[in-house]
């Protein structure tokens, strides 16, 4: 049982490349989530899941676009990187958030450490 | 909107003093409360958690913390530090009726314990 993992661990990209990261788990979870950590900021959401082939936004989805495919799977693109998206992006899954359960605990993935120059 | 504030951004202490950090929260109504602790270079672990019932709530490694709903508030306590407890510290509230199993986080208390 993996838990929650992410891919690529580092990237370094240039003004107006794109990307996606991709979030894994194992756990079955039905929701998703991506954040961003900066600097003295703490963990912002950028967008969210609540299932299979559902998405929303969080706080700060401007330049993010996500998708849910799969159940086990959560991806974050950027479609035209910017310096301001340097950050450390986090995902995480848990298994319920609606019904706020005694089961809305979130797992965190490794993160991923994105540059953009 | 909820919000979540921590009060020290940094806090030094020596190795078996006693520790508290500050969470105070903006929400009138039923609350989750989560402290998680990241440990330089890794992603963030869950410490505890409240839901419901003693609001006196014990975690790993030997943290605990108190919700007083009176004050809005679920501080983070440790009767003794040790180096390995260097590490950021995030409360966060996850509030009945706000958007699905959305978490709200403080911006984290860094904690630098000398040996």
């Known amino acids: 049982n993996a838990g929650v993992t992410q891919t690529p661990k580092f990237r370094v990209l240039k003004t107006g490349q794109s990307m996606t990261l991709l979030c894994a788990q194992d756990m079955n979870h039905e929701y998703m989530y991506w954040y961003r950590q900066d600097p003295g900021m703490g963990l912002r959401l950028i967008h969210y899941s609540v299932g299979e082939g559902t998405t929303a936004k969080g706080e700060v989805p401007d330049g993010y676009n996500v998708s849910r495919l799969k159940k086990q799977n959560f991806l974050l693109g950027l479609e035209s990187a910017a310096p301001s998206q340097t950050s450390v992006y986090f995902c995480a899954s848990s298994s319920s958030g609606g019904t706020f359960s005694s089961t809305d605990t979130q797992y965190f993935g490794p993160g991923t450490r994105l540059t953009v120059l | 909107a909820q919000s979540v504030s921590q009060h020290n951004h940094h806090v030094i202490l020596s190795e078996a003093a006693s520790l508290e950090l500050g969470c105070n929260y903006s929400?009138?109504?039923?609350?989750?409360l989560f402290w998680y602790v990241q440990y330089p270079g890794q992603h963030l672990q869950l410490l505890l958690k409240y839901f419901s019932g003693d609001p006196l709530v014990k975690g790993i490694k030997g943290f605990e913390a108190e919700f007083i709903k009176s004050k809005f508030s679920f501080n983070l306590r440790k009767p003794s530090v040790q180096w390995s407890d260097t590490a950021e510290y995030f409360c966060?509230?996850?509030?009945?009726?706000?958007?699905?199993?959305?978490?709200?986080f403080g911006k984290g208390t860094k904690l630098s314990v000398k040996p």
């Open positions: 929400y009138g109504g039923t609350v989750n």
């Open positions: 966060a509230v996850n509030a009945e009726g706000g958007s699905q199993g959305n978490l709200i």
